[in-house]
Structure formats: structure tokens, C-alpha cells
């Protein structure tokens, strides 16, 4: 596998997705064995991590049809709309 495959697969949107995941099974664990109270405020975890997680697939899977699978321009093109998701983000 060379480099350039495997930055074709992880890029920043990618590992937005990875956080959506991460918060889905991290709210479903707590939901199913956590404390009565940990179960009762756990399930937002899983319904705000649904979107993130689709959203960055989506949006991971349209930037690289736009640019016909150029590994550099949807770098740059996820790198920046990150970044904007970041800034807005420390401004709000």
C-alpha cells in the first residue's frame, strides 16, 4: 500500500466520520451498561453522532467525485472546510 492510497483514505472528513462513530459507540455503550442515570443521557450521544458521521461521508464522497479522485485537492478542499467547521466553532 503505498502513501498516496492510504492519504487517499484518511483524510480530515474521513476522521470527522471516525468521531461520529466513535460518539455513536461510546453513547450505546453507556446506554446499555452504564448506570440508570448514564442511560438516561447517553442516547443523545448516538443521535448527534448519526449526522456527523453522514455528513462527512457524504461530503467525503462528493468533493471526491468534484475533483475525480486527486488526492491533493481533496485534501486541501477537506482541510479548509474543516477549518472553517473549527473556526465557526471557537467563534460561536
Not at 10 to 30: D, Q, R
Not at 56 to 75: A, E, P, Q, S, Y
Not at 77 to 83: Q, R
Amino acid at each position: 500500500m503505498t502513501i498516496e492510497k492510504l492519504l487517499h483514505w484518511i483524510t480530515p472528513l474521513m476522521l470527522g466520520a471516525l468521531l461520529g462513530l466513535y460518539e455513536i459507540l461510546h453513547g450505546l455503550y453507556y446506554v446499555l451498561y452504564g448506570t440508570p442515570d448514564q442511560q438516561r443521557d447517553y442516547p443523545l450521544e448516538i443521535v448527534l453522532g448519526l449526522p456527523i458521521m453522514v455528513i462527512c461521508l457524504g461530503g467525503h464522497w462528493v468533493i471526491r467525485r468534484l475533483t475525480h479522485d486527486n488526492t491533493r485537492t481533496i485534501w486541501i478542499i477537506e482541510s479548509i472546510l474543516v477549518g472553517l467547521v473549527i473556526y465557526g466553532f471557537y467563534r460561536s
